[in-house]
């Protein structure tokens, strides 16, 4: 009783009602945050060769280990190269792969978990006993594991990220699958005649995709992380390449004297990541505002 | 009381398939190595000789499938091979290894619900307001930071700077192990509190918003009594199995946490490993960790089910 | 301890203010409550009075929304966020409720007022044992040990008529039926024997043959004990069967206030008379049900006038330009209708 009064009362206080136009994507600060913020950043990588006059490779060693100025503002490493620049360049390595590792995964492990929470049946035994498998080893275990076996490279992290993180869309999917197809307007489609295949594309998929797009979000966050801890580890994209994670693998010699050369790329990673965030909770408050209460 | 834990034995037993792929994911690694996994391991410039002494250690000469059961039998007797470095059994060092990695996992899971509670707690008892912004950011930044730079942020900080704890190492007696892991245990926490948190604070205002919380309040409960009596457990059960399924995260993050402090556990054992292709000491390690994940598991489960009375995972259309 | 030190009567037991004599055991005077944001104020309640007299039971009747259960709860200081008291005032046994401190107000929830809830299935916490959920208030309250108020508990499980009671102490809610669990609520609200309850739809989550047996524990205990009764529901039988006085609400307004019987006899309010026609009666079950038209209007925007004109049949111009005050038409009886004269036929 009281819950209906309440309800229609703050419902009236927010009016006019949220709706899906422009304006109210617009309205959502967590969703610009997170687009202004991804914005800049892939802005930035992508005229990084212009932003500085310097080159991300090429060592000076005259130049080496000296702190902020005005001709290098975040000061240069140990071969005597602009941090700034490399900065700026190690996001055009660390934006690439991360977002391009999410495609592999989100295709396979979504298609995955939907038919097996679709259909049922062995095919879902088999998909979940598998999933079990690979989720028993921790993410950073296997991807290890299996960017040492592959070898090191750019190559080897896109196979060993999609190995390890298919299984998470496919049991998102396969749990979303599992609610939407006991909904009554699939039941009403299945009924009407339609095909399975129609029914999963047609009516299924734009329901229960919003949720696997909304973890890809999280997901982004995860896989440059990964690819960081790669570097860091001397296992990721090899040297003289500029890379966040090997950039601060490099700092960390110079704690003690020089610690903005670890400290920096860091920030960089964690203002990524931020920028990530926010849009994947504002996605997810435009995209399902009915299950965020 | 007892019976809603009969599902444990089930839960066993349901875990052997599991195992079962995982010591296959694990034994078939090797062969995922490209080309001749002996001349990979030691390298081009190795010696025929020394190829075909690995590949008789490592059983690579005989047909996969009998290279599998032979694996799986020396498993069962606790046979893990011999690391190819330290030219000794591979069973030995994993089991050095183990008690510190737990610790350090242990260590991390109490700080991080020593941060958690009180935190989510602060967020959830004023949803919008500025302790709870406050907290989200904490959130939003703790999940964004790589585990190994907040390490390096920390040794910096707390170790370089105030000089209040020691930049790596395990410590040489019993005392002196919590001391040199609380900067590793405080670099793990961070990285598990933001999710703990998130899902705490949402199911906290979950419950502050039920009617039996209104029902305490009729009684005369408030403040902390309130949220030790009513709140606390009920919110917390949703947080136990992400903490079951975060564990699990962290044990992949522990290994790079350890490789920043030099502590010698599993990790620094594994990265180790793979540096000098020490193929057996790898793939004991992914199969211990493995195995640990899978208990935690069903640890979970056990904790689910003794904080909820409702919960009975026995009879599955209840559950 | 035994119960009857835990109760009211008589020598006034720990934790028992004693009457004020002269004033009304719950005044509620010209209460508002709503939701206020920036500049705008939405009223869900707007200006309630009422009195309950020691031993008195008053039941609240009302449509969803009419703001029966926010005014309770005001009563109780549980409005759930972001509803507040507007203005208005509640006093208890003479002292102001709503300007005292909070922890002096929270030392009077248990043994000077109590309340149970509508849903015995969700009201109950899951994860404790309904044994120390009943114990907690008289630990807290009466200063009682945990034995003690564990034995408490078990007799007062008793008293509400729960068999075997020292074993189902020990059951956690989900493992008891629903009249179980209400029991259970209402030995907990009676525990520190309080002197007002208040009751927000405590039968309507229940089968209708517990209903009956729920309404008549409750009647006992208060008869036992000379409790005071705030009832609020949607149902006008089951005020008849528990109640002495009714207040009807509607939009917010009480609209008709007085005896029972008086009213359900002869109601001054076309909505009351409305709710009675619409009601199945099964004294007479050849009469035929009339339904209000309409639907009650929405609390943000309610209409000009009296609320109710625009579904009234005795609806005339000037219903619509001013709200009719709350006046009384008979000695006892009040309605807020400009219409009131009107109705004058007696139903039964």
Redesign the interface.
Known sequence: MTTVAVATATKAMRRPARSRSLRAWYRNGTLMAGLVIVGLLVLAAVLAPWLTPYDPVQQDLAQALQSPSSAHWLGTDKYGRDVLTRLLWGARVDLRIGFLAVLIPFVIGSVLGALAGYFGGWFDTVVMRVVDVFFAFPFYVLVIALVFILGAGESSIYLAIAAVSWVSYAKIMRGELLVAKKQDYVVAARLGGMSHARILVKHIGPNVLSQALIYAMSDIVMDILAIVTLGYLGLGIAPPTAEWGSMILDGQEFITTQWLQATIPGLAVVVTSLGLSLLGDGLSDQLSPERRK | MLDRFRFVPARLLQSV??VF??T??VFF??H???GNPALTILGQSATPERVAALNTQLGLDEPLWDQYFLFLKRLVTGDLGESLTYQAPVSGLVLDAIPITLSLLAFALVLSLVISVPLAALAASAPGRLPDMVVRVFT??G???????VG??L??LLG?KARAFPVGGYGMTAAEHPYYLFLPALTMAIAMCPTTIRSLRASTI?VL????V?????????GI?LFR??VL??AA?PTVSIIGVNL??????S??IE?VFAIPGLGSL??NA??TRDFPT?QA??LF???F??VVGILTDVVYTA????VDLSSKERA | MSIDQAQPTGATASGHQSLVPGVPLLRVHDLSVGVRSGGRTVQIVEGVSFDVDPGQRMGIVGESGSGKSLTLRAIAGLLPKPVEVLSGGIEYNGADLLGMPAKKRRALMGPEIAMIFQEPMTALNPVMRVGDQIAEGPRRHLGLSAKAAGELAVQMMARTGIPDPARRARAYPHELSGGLRQRIMIAMAVSCGPRLLLCDEPTTALDVTVQLQVLRLLERLCEDTGTSLVFVTHDLAVVNQTCSELAVMYAGHIVESGRVKDTFRQPRHPYTRGLLESAPDFDRPDRALVPIPGFPPNVSDRPHGCPFAPRCGYVRDHCTEAVPPLTEVAPGRLAACFESDRLDEVLA
């Open positions: 398939p599991v792929g995982v296959i994911l690694m090797v995922l190595l490209p939003l930044l999940q964004g930071m790589p585990q190994f730079w390096i942020m040794i910096l370089v979950n918003g039920s009617d039996y209104g029902t305490a309040r009729s009684k005369g409960a408030a009594a009596g009513h457990r009920n059960i699990g995260y962290l044990v992949g993050g290994l790079v490789k594994m990265i793979i540096f790898i390690v992914a960790v493995a195995l994940v899978i904080i909820d009375p409702r």
